[in-house]
């Protein structure tokens, strides 16, 4: 059984997207984003897998809240591919918009401490 690189950070669900499978009938493309590397991370959740079952809350809840995830494992690094068979733990759910603020307030204050201690490409 392969061992699965557990990400270092909690994402958030950026996106879910329904679509067809190209083995028959429709999965779940759902997208993460890390809060502090800012990368796009996916994931597809399939109704007729056993995995489908911890995935369904988070998605609907998703549609209409900002909902923060921890204990994701990679599949595939190199692509950002999650194992759709982690055990997903629901850290934060609020409104996106509450999410939004607390997200733009976190990156912006990332950009001034990075530019203070001479992080910045510029330099």
Avoid: C
Avoid at 73 to 82: H, N
Wanted: net charge negative; no cysteine.
């Amino acid at each position: 059984m392969a061992k699965y690189q557990k990400l270092k950070e909690p994402v958030f669900v950026s996106r879910v997207e329904q679509r067809g499978s190209i083995y028959g009938g429709d999965i779940y493309e759902v997208d993460l984003t890390g809060i502090k590397s800012q990368k796009t991370y996916k994931t597809y959740v399939d109704p007729q897998n056993n995995n489908f079952r911890q995935w369904q809350g988070i998605m609907d809840a998703a549609e209409r809240k900002g909902v923060v995830l921890t204990n994701i494992k990679l599949k595939d690094p190199e692509k950002l591919l999650v194992n759709a068979d982690s055990m997903p733990t629901v850290e934060y759910v609020v409104s996106k918009e509450e999410l939004a603020e607390t997200l733009a307030d976190y990156w912006d204050s990332q950009d001034h401490y990075k530019n203070l201690f001479g992080d910045s490409d510029d330099a």
